[in-house]
Each structure stands twice: as C-alpha cells, then as structure tokens.
C-alpha cells in the first residue's frame, strides 16, 4: 500500500519539471539579444530644428546708438578729434547737449582730468566748439557730429602724464558709455584739460 502513495506524490513534480525546462531556455533566448526597439514613425517625421535667427544690428548697442572717431587733426601740439553719434536704431532718438567723455589709461581706468564744455583757454581758433548746445533729432541711419580738444603739453612734471590709449564716451545721461580706441593717444601731457564741443548736425561742420 505504501507504493502508490509515493508513485502519485512524483508525478506533479515530473510535470512540473518538463514544463519548467522550455519556459527557462525561452527566457534565456530573450536576454542579451541587444536589439533596439524600433524607431517610431513620429520620431522619424519630426523636422531638423532651424538655426536661432541673427539679430539685425549684431554691431549696435542696446540704447540704439553708436559711438565712433570721426577724424581728428594733431598739427602744432594743438589735438583735435571728431566724435560721430550714429541711430542705429529703428527709433527717432532726440539728443540735446554734450557727450561725457572719459580719458582711460592702459589698464582702463580714468585719468584726474578736467573737462571743459567748450575750449575754454585751451584755443581760441575753433569755430563751433563754443556754440550753445541746440536739441535734434536723428533718424534711423541719420549722425550728429562732437568733437574733442586738447594740448600735448608737459610743463608740470609734479602732475602725472595722461596718456590715454582709450576713450570712454557716454553720449548722453542715462545711456551706458562706449569704450573706443582712437587713431592717435589722448596725449594731454600734464595740462590734464580737455575741451568738448556739443552734439550738433553735420551739415554744420
């Protein structure tokens, strides 16, 4: 009697071992196999992104205008440099009076100067720099015109000798200065005066 007992008590065990052996090795023949899952019709459609868009005026600051030389003259020892106040912008900008102006030395900071409206006793000779200032109005592409002057003169060996490689200018209150690398230095020697002329049109010379 004992012998059916343990014959019955295998065979689930048997079963289950036969079923046991496809059910592994179909789980082995599913790993590693390092296949990707197929790329998708949406991902395959989409369209290349296009370039970020140039900006119009890479070269123009964010007040809409610019600074830069416009000539200048160093005969005699008496130095003088235009200035020209370009809209870049696409607005109408109205300016009224003179630029503030900087002299820097070679590690940019700013040279103890005095700055004159006008030529004070630096000349005499210059026809405009004295005028008043006048309000205009410039659009876009249009220019006003300053200007600069001063002596290389070195009569004062207590002073220090400005000799400036750059110019901060400001072109009016409220707007951030423009750094600009004149053709020439900024020689004041040690008189340390500088003269500015306002802002005016061109056509007034």
Known sequence: M????????????????????????AALAGCGTGTAPPETETD???????PSPEPERPDCPESGVR???????????LRVMGLRLTNCGTEPYELNGYPT??????????YDIKVLHGTG???????????????LTLQPGEHAL????????????SR???????LSVRPADG???????????????????????????????
């Open 44 to 50: 395959a459609a989409a369209p290349p992104r296009p």
């Open 146 to 157: 300053s200007g600069l002057v001063w002596r290389n003169t070195v009569d004062d060996l």
């Open 121 to 135: 006793d630096i000349t005499a000779g210059l026809t405009g720099f004295n005028d008043p200032p006048a309000p």
């Open 101 to 110: 102006v900087a002299v820097l030395d070679e590690d940019g900071d700013p």
């Open 67 to 77: 600074v830069t030389e416009d000539g200048g003259d160093a005969a005699m020892g």
């Open 160 to 166: 220090t000798i400005a000799n400036g490689e750059r």
């Open 2 to 25: 004992a012998h059916p007992a343990r014959h019955t008590a295998r065979r689930p065990a048997a079963v289950l071992a036969r079923w046991a052996v496809p059910v592994a090795l």
């Open 175 to 205: 707007v951030a200065a423009q750094r600009l690398a004149p053709t020439y230095p900024v020689d004041l020697g040690t008189t340390g005066v500088l003269g500015i002329r306002p802002w005016h049109p061109p056509q007034e010379g």
